[in-house]
């Protein structure tokens, strides 16, 4: 569990700011006290950064993490009402503002964002001591109304009882009592023996609202005379604009001004249809001296180069080259993984209002420390003077959150562009989004394995080639150390199977593509690739794939809790009907631990059919079932599409996927039966939105290969010559 060194100092007469040096949370508790008659909702508050009580009994949870779909508007509320013994009924949901010294993700410093799976890990403590802050308070405030012993009056549902008395109000009636009090130093924290509502199925804070269209996006994002913008960026990667002519494109109505901006042209209108309709009707003329024009095929060619040399090592144990010699068999492989787009639902877009003192800015915000920052830079301002509305986004997968804040950025230039004389809608077409960068890095990955005469492992040396998604971003100084980006090695550099002797090393060659985490980061190439040797080791010692991995995970107890849980569930090594057959992966990434068992069917047309998945996940203490199966599912369904069929291709620099009909994401149809099982825990939690996607590709790669005998080497599956059904 996170430890929390507590400090406390005085603030005001009527509250203490309870805090610790370092990463450790801030808990201000207050209160707005009134001398006039309270208005429900309106005064008479208990507050803190994480909780507010007002005298309509509505209990407001503010979420430092905003909402893509992972289910924070209901986990982060979920930990201050079970400590407060709030009714689920009376809670209500906020996003903070940004505000790094108050609302910073713990496990990032002093910085504000959501990202990694680190939402319910980074807030488990915070936000339980939030609540029970706030029921202590309440409590203390009982009792002094109804002078009887603090001791005597317990929280149950929203409301506060004194059983001797008969005695009873809800926390509203309570909270003008509360208003002369302070918060204790240290909670009393509930016993998880207590829990009612951790761990168990309540429904989703966001489900209605998401489903009767009561929910903001930034899409739905309406300011009075707002204009729509939409750029046109360079063709390649790095172009420049060199010149342009607007003639055309102003003749397009409802097109109000085109402009340029950076390294695009700017188009404003009063509506998306115009706004794109004008950029048509744009004449540029690209600058591409600095622009990357290499296909696909040529970067590869020059990784398979870098894959001959030694690289940068990220582990080195024992004498992998003398063990890789003596090995009595040994296997190998080049894995080849593609550029991946993030490709969510809602693309990406943002408005912004400028008046030269202050800006506003609605955007699904995954990284407003960034985004305030940037901003702020832009138009001249400070931070402070920077305010992010944050709403609901329409699924990330990490493309929101980018180290320069692109496309908040490029709204907030767009805007100085017209001096701020209307606010702006800054969007993004599904065609920008394809074709707009930033995406998974392209990989290339050599592994040679051995085994000696027992079938046991003796040898593991895994060269990767890719670009550092961190290099020349704010992170490079604590996450890029002696040339190693940690994301690049995840994975591979903490290989869950003891191998006496190992080696991996790597190579981060520049390329002019953008690129940044997606779903999983390195672990969705680094899963794959470890996964699939193992299994080429298991059938070399003549062993069940299962059984071979337990016994090289002895030391790692919690890889083998997930792996025995998901081949108990998938009836691991009984009978399948003809043309079926089972692989399995398992895997650890973000703290969490899961494993998969896939069927495959061969039909007759020579095709595959995925089945069924069945998952276990160890990812500690659950504070919601229902959405720890949902983002499994989630993570499954997004690795599988993926694997099957989608990559982001490059011809002469220019990327060749503009739409879903080339980028195809996978259809209800095409769907597996699967079947979600949780570990029971009573570790501190850990994140549950990305550690679904490493281990479908290879679990689904290795009941291909007991299906027909074709190891995939070279992602997606379709490129390997397997259509999968």
């Known amino acids: ?267 404003y209108a009063s509506n998306t249809w115009a706004a794109i309709k004008g950029r048509d009707a744009l004449s540029i003329e690209w600058d591409e001296s600095a622009a990357e024009t290499r296909g696909s095929e040529e970067i590869f060619a020059e990784y398979e180069a870098l894959a001959k040399q030694p690289g940068a090592v990220a582990r080195q144990d024992g004498d992998v080259g003398t063990a890789l010699a003596q090995a009595s068999k040994k296997v190998s492989g080049t894995f080849r993984f593609p550029y991946l787009a993030h490709a969510p639902m809602e693309p990406l877009n943002c408005v912004i209002r400028v008046d030269g003192q202050s800006a506003e800015v609605w955007t699904g915000s995954q990284f407003p420390s960034m985004e305030q920052g940037v901003t702020a830079t832009i138009l001249g301002l400070k931070p402070e003077q920077v305010k992010i509305h944050t709403v609901y986004a329409g699924g990330s997968f990490g493309r929101r959150a980018t180290p320069n804040a692109d496309y908040v950025g490029e709204a907030a230039m767009a805007a100085k562009a017209i001096d701020g004389r209307s606010p702006v809608h800054l969007v993004w077409t599904r065609e920008d989004d394809i074709k707009g960068g930033f995406y998974r890095p392209l990989n290339l990955h050599h592994v040679e394995a051995g085994i000696d005469d027992q079938g046991q492992p003796s040898a593991w040396h895994q060269r990767i080639v890719g670009q550092s998604i961190l290099a020349g971003t704010p992170f490079e100084g604590f996450l890029v150390k002696d040339g190693i980006d940690a994301t690049s090695v995840e994975g591979a550099q903490n290989l869950g199977y003891d191998v006496p002797n190992i080696t991996v090393d790597l190579h981060s060659p520049k390329v002019g593509i953008p690129v940044l985490w997606w779903r999983a980061v390195g672990h969705t190439h680094t899963g794959y ?165 490493p281990p479908v590709a290879p679990a689904v790669a290795n009941a291909i290969h007991a299906a027909i005998g074709k190891q995939i080497f070279t992602l997606p599956f379709s490129e390997s010559g397997v259509e999968v059904a």
């Open 529 to 693: 690739s470890t996964e699939v040797i193992i299994d080429m080791l298991a059938e070399a010692a003549g062993q069940d794939p299962v059984e071979y991995r337990l016994k090289q995970m002895k030391n790692h107890p919690r890889h083998t809790g997930v792996l025995q849980l998901a081949a108990e569930k998938a009836n691991w090594g009984s009978d399948l009907p003809e043309g079926w057959a089972r692989g399995v992966a398992v895997h650890e990434s973000f703290n969490s631990y899961v494993a998969q068992v896939a069927e495959v069917a061969r039909e007759d047309d020579g095709s595959i059919k995925v089945k069924r998945i069945v998952c276990a996940v160890d990812c500690g203490l659950v504070i919601n079932p229902d959405v720890v199966v949902a983002q499994m599912e989630s993570g499954i369904v997004y690795g599988l599409g993926t694997a099957i069929r989608n990559a982001v291709t490059l011809d002469g620099g220019e990327v060749e996927q503009d739409n879903f009909p080339v980028y195809d994401p996978l259809r209800i149809s095409e769907m597996p039966e699967i079947e979600v099982h949780i570990v029971n825990s009573t570790e501190a939690p850990t994140g549950v939105g990305e550690p679904g996607t």
């Open 1 to 267: 569990m996170l430890k929390h060194l507590m400090r406390e100092r005085r603030t005001s007469r009527r509250g203490f700011l309870l805090g610790a040096s370092g990463t450790a949370a801030a808990l201000v508790v207050g209160f707005r006290p009134t001398s006039k008659p309270l208005a429900a909702g309106q005064a008479g508050k208990v507050q803190n950064p994480f909780v507010t009580i007002t005298p309509d009994n509505v209990v407001t949870v503010v979420a430092k993490h905003f909402e893509m779909g992972q289910g924070t508007t209901t986990g982060l509320p979920t930990l201050v009402a079970e400590e407060l013994d709030a009714d689920w009924d009376q809670v209500a949901v906020e996003w903070a503002p940004a505000d790094a010294k108050v609302y910073n993700n713990l496990h990032w410093g002093e910085a504000q964002g959501t990202g990694g799976s680190s939402a319910i890990a980074n807030s488990f403590m915070q936000y339980r001591q939030a609540g029970a802050a706030a029921r202590d308070i309440l409590v203390r405030a009982a009792a002094g109304a109804w002078k009887v012993p603090a001791s005597e009056v317990r929280a149950e549902k929203g409301r506060l009882f004194h059983d001797a008395s008969g005695k009873s109000a809800s926390f509203g009636e309570m909270v003008e009592h509360a208003s002369g009090l302070e918060a204790v130093a240290e909670p009393q924290l509930k016993d998880p023996s207590q829990f009612t509502l951790i761990g168990k199925r309540i429904p989703r804070k966001d489900t209605a609202a998401k489903t009767n269209g009561e929910a903001i996006f930034a899409m739905d994002v309406r300011i009075p005379d707002m204009v729509t913008a939409v750029l046109q960026r360079p063709p390649r990667f790095g172009g420049k604009v060199a010149s342009f002519d607007a003639t055309e494109a102003m003749k397009v109505r409802g097109v109000v001004d085109v402009k340029s901006i950076d390294s695009a042209v700017v188009v």
